[in-house]
C-alpha cells in the first residue's frame, strides 16, 4: 500500500508490487494484520471524569435518575480546561485501539461558548478524525445558547477547514428539546448543509414524555419538524415501534446501536436487526463506554443472539455495522472516505499483532475477527497518512503527564459535583 499526502494511492498484491513507488518511510507488516481505522459512530468525549466517581445519594433505579444524578450534573460542573483535558484521554484510547473517526456528541450546560473549539484543539493535537457537535438542550434553559455554539462553530469550519474536524449539529433528545429548538435546530443544519445529531427514546421515558406533551412518538414527533434524513443520526432508537422505523426508513436517517451503553443503562436493546432488514442503515456507536470498537461489535453480536434466542443471527451484522455501515454514516455525514483500503480513499490504516492459530482466508476473516482480533493488540495507527502510534508507542504525545493532569483536574470536579 503506498500513502501519499493522506491518501492511499496504490494497493498492490503482496510479493508482486509493481516497484512504482519510492517510499520515504516504509512499515513492514509482517505478522501484523492491515485494516482501515475503526469507526465510532456516536461518543461522548465529555464523560471522562465520570470514571471511577463514587455518585453521591442511593443508586440511580432508572435512565431519567441516571441522567439526573450523573450525566446532567457532570456536564454542568465542567469548565473549559476539563472539557479539553477530558477529551484528550478518550483520543488516545482512541489511538490505542484503532480508532481513526467518531462522531462525537458534547455536553456542557455549565461552558457552552467554545466548547467545541476545545474538542477540535484536542482532536487535532491527537491526529484523529472527528465530527462534532454540541446537544442543545432546553432543560435548564440554554437552548438557545446550545445552538448558538453550533453555529459558531460551523461557521469557524466553513471560514477555516480542517481535514481531521467537521460538525454537526447536536440536539440532546427529545424530551428535552421544546419544538422552538426543533425548529432553530433545522434552520440551523440546513444554512449550513450538514445533519442532526440527536438521542432518540433510548429510554421508555422519552417516548411517555413525548405523548403526553405532544401527543406524537418521538420519531413521528422529530419527523413533523424535519430533524430527520440521510445526514442526520438518530442514537440509540430501543423503544421505537413499527411505524416509527418505516419513518426511518423513508427518511433515509442514519441509525447509531450502542448496545454496551444500553445494557449498562438497563433500558433494553435496540432491533436494529430488524431496522438493518428493513434497509436502514445502523452504525455502531460506544456512547462514551469505551473507544474500543472491536469489543463493542463483539457486544452486538453477543446480545442480540441472547435476546432472540437464536444462534443464527449477528454473525454478519455486527461486523456490518462497523466494518460496511459506520464508512457509509461518516461519509454522509462528514464526507470522508474512510473505512475502506482502496486507491482514492483516505489513509487511515491501521496494524494489530496477530498470529492466526487457524487459517485465515477471504472466506473466514468475521471468525477471526470476532473470536480473535477483537482481543489481540493495536501496534500501529496511521491517520491522514500521518503515523500516530508505532510499536504500540503513542508519536508525539507525553500520555502519561496528559492523564495526571486529568487526574487532578477531576479530583477538582469530584468535590464541586
Ligand atoms: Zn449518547
Same mark, same amino acid.
Given at each position: 500500500m503506498a500513502i501519499e499526502d493522506g491518501t492511499i494511492v496504490s494497493v498492490e498484491k503482496a510479493g508482486k508490487a509493481s516497484g512504482k513507488y519510492r517510499a520515504e518511510e516504509v512499515i513492514d507488516a509482517t505478522g501484523k494484520i492491515v485494516m482501515p481505522g475503526l469507526i465510532c459512530a456516536h461518543h461522548h468525549l465529555y464523560s471522562t471524569f465520570a470514571r471511577g466517581m463514587a455518585v453521591p445519594g442511593e443508586p440511580a433505579k432508572n435512565f431519567v435518575e441516571i441522567l439526573e444524578?450523573?450525566?446532567?450534573?457532570? =456536564?454542568? %460542573?465542567?469548565?473549559? *480546561?476539563?472539557?479539553?483535558?477530558?477529551? /484528550?484521554?478518550?483520543?488516545?484510547?482512541?489511538?490505542?485501539? &484503532?480508532?481513526?473517526?467518531?462522531?462525537?456528541?458534547?455536553?456542557?450546560?455549565?461552558?457552552?461558548?467554545?466548547?467545541?473549539?476545545?474538542?477540535?484543539?484536542?482532536?487535532?493535537?491527537?491526529?484523529?478524525?472527528?465530527?462534532?457537535?454540541?446537544?442543545?438542550?432546553?432543560?435548564?434553559?440554554?437552548g438557545e445558547a446550545g445552538l448558538e455554539e453550533n453555529e459558531r462553530f460551523l461557521s469557524l469550519l466553513n471560514s477555516r477547514p480542517s481535514q481531521l474536524v467537521k460538525g454537526m449539529v447536536g440536539l440532546h433528545a427529545a424530551f428535552t428539546v421544546n419544538d422552538d429548538?426543533?425548529?432553530?435546530?433545522?434552520?440551523?443544519?440546513?444554512?449550513?448543509?450538514?445533519?442532526?445529531?440527536?438521542?432518540?427514546?433510548? =429510554?421508555? %421515558?422519552?417516548?411517555? *414524555?413525548?405523548?403526553?406533551?405532544?401527543? /406524537?412518538?418521538?420519531?413521528?414527533?422529530?419527523?413533523?419538524? &424535519?430533524?430527520?434524513?440521510?445526514?442526520?443520526?438518530?442514537?440509540?432508537?430501543?423503544?421505537?415501534?413499527?411505524?416509527?422505523?418505516?419513518?426511518?426508513?423513508?427518511?433515509?436517517?442514519?441509525?447509531?446501536?450502542?448496545?454496551?451503553?444500553?445494557?449498562?443503562?438497563?433500558?433494553?436493546?435496540a432491533d436494529v436487526l430488524e431496522m438493518m432488514e428493513k434497509g436502514i442503515e445502523v452504525g455502531l456507536g460506544t456512547d462514551g463506554m469505551s473507544s474500543d470498537m472491536l469489543s463493542q461489535m463483539r457486544c452486538a453480536y453477543l446480545i442480540h443472539r441472547h435476546v432472540k434466542k437464536d444462534p443464527r443471527v449477528a454473525f454478519l451484522e455486527a461486523p456490518t455495522m462497523l466494518l460496511n455501515k459506520n464508512p457509509k454514516i461518516v461519509k454522509r455525514v462528514a464526507g470522508w472516505r474512510v473505512g475502506e483500503i482502496a486507491k482514492g480513499a483516505l489513509a487511515d490504516i491501521i496494524l494489530i499483532d496477530y498470529q492466526p492459530p487457524t487459517t485465515l482466508n477471504e472466506n473466514n476473516f468475521l471468525g477471526h475477527l470476532i473470536f480473535g482480533l477483537v482481543d489481540a493488540t493495536v501496534d500501529t495507527t496511521i491517520c491522514n497518512g500521518k503515523i500516530l502510534m508505532r510499536g504500540k508507542k503513542l508519536v508525539g504525545l507525553d500520555e502519561e503527564s496528559i492523564a495526571q493532569k486529568a487526574s487532578q483536574l477531576a479530583s477538582e470536579l469530584w468535590k464541586r459535583f
Open positions: 444524578k450523573l450525566w446532567w450534573r457532570l =456536564d454542568n %460542573a465542567l469548565t473549559k *480546561e476539563d472539557i479539553y483535558y477530558s477529551s /484528550l484521554i478518550p483520543l488516545i484510547e482512541c489511538v490505542r485501539n &484503532g480508532t481513526t473517526t467518531i462522531i462525537d456528541h458534547h455536553e456542557s450546560q455549565s461552558f457552552q461558548k467554545g466548547s467545541l473549539d476545545e474538542i477540535a484543539r484536542a482532536v487535532k493535537e491527537v491526529g484523529i478524525r472527528a465530527s462534532l457537535c454540541l446537544g442543545t438542550s432546553d432543560r435548564y434553559g440554554k429548538t426543533l425548529d432553530k435546530s433545522v434552520r440551523l443544519a440546513k444554512k449550513f448543509g450538514v445533519g442532526v445529531h440527536v438521542h432518540c427514546a433510548e =429510554d421508555k %421515558a422519552d417516548q411517555d *414524555e413525548s405523548l403526553k406533551k405532544y401527543n /406524537l412518538r418521538v420519531i413521528e414527533r422529530l419527523n413533523s419538524h &424535519g430533524v430527520l434524513g440521510e445526514k442526520s443520526i438518530a442514537v440509540h432508537c430501543v423503544h421505537v415501534d413499527e411505524k416509527e422505523i418505516d419513518i426511518l426508513k423513508a427518511t433515509g436517517t442514519n441509525v447509531v446501536h450502542n448496545p454496551e451503553s444500553n445494557m449498562n443503562n438497563a433500558v433494553g436493546c
